[in-house]
């Protein structure tokens, strides 16, 4: 591991909470390096916090507030003495101004410069860029507050045609129109959306790609030009426009294209300079021409089916390159090997649709095995919020083929239980079982085009029979009738569970 | 000694018939043994039952019992003598499925609406979600107004009761 005596980092404060302050903070523990944790009150005692060497607890109006609070993170940073952050995803970790505070408080920010996050997190000007730099883009009609010019340059593109929140990102305010006059209404709600959650209004449209995978490549940068890729991901199962199954590589993207998009990725990323991990992401059409949708800077949620892959440990790299040590390997030396898929477990209801879940976790069984990676932070007795995203963990898995990936997917969702709370554990098992997720033929539609069968199968009557006794067996009334006898229930009292 | 058992949202009969040798009973009239009847409690649990070996977990929860059973999970309520499933006021109220705020609202009070119209919109997490009416009906009440905050299970629109009986809707 690190050599801790000449490494210009020692402890490492985590801006980020749930599943992924829990990931980082495996890493640097494992480096030898300490680390510091962040939460709201409503976190105290929480998974990322006990796992941390340290605690801060940051005040705020609401629970994400405090995590969005970056003087107060970097104070926090400042009092234990910390000299690196590390932004997980989301919150904070895509925001040019934290990161440029934090170096101005001279300590250093886990990622790209806060130069490359502006460039990229800007829909037009990364586009721009791409497209300057050889990286194919799709049609589009550039951001204005001018509904009616919008209107008007949107209509010239044809239909369909995908609105976007200018600032936007995690779709959120993004809408696909396939006919013009449902144009207007679909711009005014994009409007609004953008205006309500990126407190700017201006809304962005280009050329719809019908039936499009969604691939990404996986990037690592030293900031003076060297890149490698660290092959594709595939993310083309969405619901709401956010990826809930994701896999490395793609599923059976031609050798050629797959080659050619992972080119594109590194090119892009070699003419930003880009510093530390970051995905490149990709729309494939069924006719294999590619556009660039957007770089994000950061760690990806599903970055994990990558690391199994290629033998990497990305937040070990990360780390590394932002205290100089360059990259972790050549790019003729990345590895490739098998096949991983991750899945997103998410407090929601598949049946009604996706709408987020709260609830107390009862009881927990994570399944183990050596092929099996489960990243949460979940903890029997506490309780799922809606203070926070409904992302409660991930299931990633590794096999010598797709198929065997596939099949050990399928068996650790059957064996995990997440009680007390309602997720889309099922549903998950359902889409790796649907005949097109194991055939390969993926799209961002695929849910929607499978809607029929990834519904529960009904249970048949004696299989219904079986689990009604079995369910009954379990309550204390009924136990009591079928088994106890009167005397000795009444000598030692009701069951206790 | 018969209970009733709702098994996601579906009502069932269960009846003791005998305890000994083996416990039998009769689920919606037909007969079945529990070979062995496993632990109880939360957790990890088997059972022998009709002749299969079952492997489950199982929960208690608000309003009743979650059981993971073959990679499924199920809500199960045990109903007790004397309580019955309002179904009526279960399908005459729409109550907000999480915590939120209104974001706009489609119906009045008196207007005729069919079942699956839009009734409110919602936002909840960041998304929003249209709530639609579970049934034909007449709305009686809407008990939020726009911007409004409310909490999971919140009554947000009631529909007026049916003539007669709720249950055929």
Same mark, same amino acid.
């Given at each position: ?41 409503? &976190? ?7 796992? =941390?060497? /340290?605690?801060?607890?940051?005040? !705020? *109006?609401?629970? @994400?507030? %405090? ?41 250093t920010f886990i990622g790209p410069s806060a130069e490359t996050i502006a460039l990229m997190g800007d829909k037009i000007s990364s ?54 006059? &449902? ?7 994009? =409007?609004? /959306?953008?205006?309500?959650?990126? !407190? *700017?209004?201006? @809304?962005? %449209? ?123 390997? =050549?790019? /003729?030396?990345?590895?490739?090997? !098998? ?159 | ?169």
């Amino acid at each position: 591991m690190t050599d801790t005596a000449d490494f210009p980092i020692r402890k490492i404060l985590v801006a980020n909470r749930g599943e992924i302050a829990c990931r980082v903070i495996r890493s640097v523990r494992a480096m030898g390096l300490a680390s510091v944790a962040v939460c709201h009150g409503v &976190e105290v005692g929480a998974r990322h916090v006990r796992d =941390a060497d /340290e605690v801060v607890e940051l005040t !705020g *109006d609401t629970p @994400v507030a %405090a995590h969005l609070d970056a003087a107060q993170i970097i104070d926090a940073a400042r009092a234990t003495g910390a000299d690196a952050i590390h932004p997980g995803y989301g919150f904070l970790s895509e925001n040019a101004s934290f990161a440029r505070a934090v170096q101005e408080a001279g300590l250093t920010f886990i990622g790209p410069s806060a130069e490359t996050i502006a460039l990229m997190g800007d829909k037009i000007s990364s586009r721009n860029f791409a497209e300057s730099h050889g990286v194919p883009v799709a049609p589009s009609v550039l951001p204005t507050d001018d509904l009616d010019a919008f209107l008007e340059q949107a209509a010239t593109i044809g239909f369909p045609l995908l609105i976007k929140a200018s600032a936007g990102g995690g779709g959120k305010g993004m809408s696909i129109v396939r006919a013009p006059e &449902e144009l207007k209404e679909a711009a005014r709600i994009a =409007a609004s /959306e953008a205006e309500r959650y990126f !407190g *700017d209004g201006r @809304v962005y %449209a280009e050329l719809y790609v019908e039936n499009p995978r969604h691939i990404e490549v996986q990037v690592l940068g030293d900031g003076t030009g060297n890149v490698i890729h660290l092959h594709e991901r595939e993310c083309s199962v969405q619901r709401r426009f956010q990826k809930i199954v994701e896999e490395a590589p793609s599923a059976d993207l031609p050798g050629d294209l797959a080659q050619e998009i992972c080119d594109a990725g590194a090119r892009l990323a070699k003419a930003a300079n880009y510093l530390n991990a970051g995905t490149v992401e990709f729309i494939v059409g069924q006719d294999g021409r590619f556009f660039f949708l957007e770089m994000n800077t950061r760690l990806q949620v599903e970055h994990p089916v990558t690391e199994m892959i290629t033998g990497l440990d990305l937040v070990q790299a990360q780390i590394e390159i932002a205290a100089g040590c360059g990259l972790p390997v =050549a790019q /003729e030396d990345v590895g490739r090997h !098998g096949h991983s898929i991750e899945c997103r477990i998410c407090a929601e209801n598949a049946e009604r649709d996706f709408m987020p879940e709260t609830g107390m976790i009862r009881f927990l069984n994570i399944p183990e095995a050596p092929w099996l990676r489960f990243e949460h932070a979940l903890d029997a007795g506490r309780r799922v919020t809606s203070d926070f995203d409904p992302m409660l963990a991930k299931l990633v898995v590794h096999g010598a083929t797709r198929t065997e990936a596939i099949d050990r997917a399928v068996t650790a969702l059957g064996d995990l239980a997440i009680l007390g709370v309602t997720t889309n554990t099922d549903y998950l098992r359902r889409i790796l079982e649907t005949p097109a997720f194991r055939a390969g033929q993926l799209h961002t539609g695929f849910l929607t085009e499978h809607a029929e069968s990834l519904k529960p199968r009904p249970l048949g009557q004696l299989e219904k029979d079986r689990l009604l006794i079995a369910a009954a067996l379990g309550f204390r009334e009924f136990r009591q009738l079928a088994f106890d006898v009167p005397d000795l229930h009444a000598a030692i009292g009701p069951w206790r569970n | 000694m018969s209970f009733q058992i709702i098994l996601d949202g579906e009502a069932h009969e269960i009846e003791i018939i005998h305890r000994r040798p083996h416990l039998k009973l009769l689920i919606d009239g037909r007969e079945h043994v529990v070979e062995d009847p496993g632990h109880p409690g939360d957790g990890l649990a088997h059972a022998v039952i009709a002749g299969q070996r079952l492997s489950l977990a199982r929960a208690q929860a608000e309003g009743g019992q979650v059981v993971r059973c073959d990679g499924r999970t199920h809500m199960v309520t045990l109903l007790v003598e004397g309580e019955e499933a309002d179904e009526g006021a279960a399908l005459s109220d729409l109550r907000a499925p999480m915590p939120g705020t209104v974001v706009s609202l489609h119906a009045q009070p008196g207007q005729d609406v069919t079942a699956g119209m839009a009734l409110i919109t919602i936002e909840s997490m960041k998304l929003q979600t249209m709530l639609a009416a579970p049934r034909d009906g007449v709305v009686a009440e809407i008990c939020v107004a726009e911007g409004d905050l409310f909490e999971k299970d919140q009554l947000l629109v009631s529909l007026q009761k049916e003539e007669g009986d709720a249950g055929d809707a």
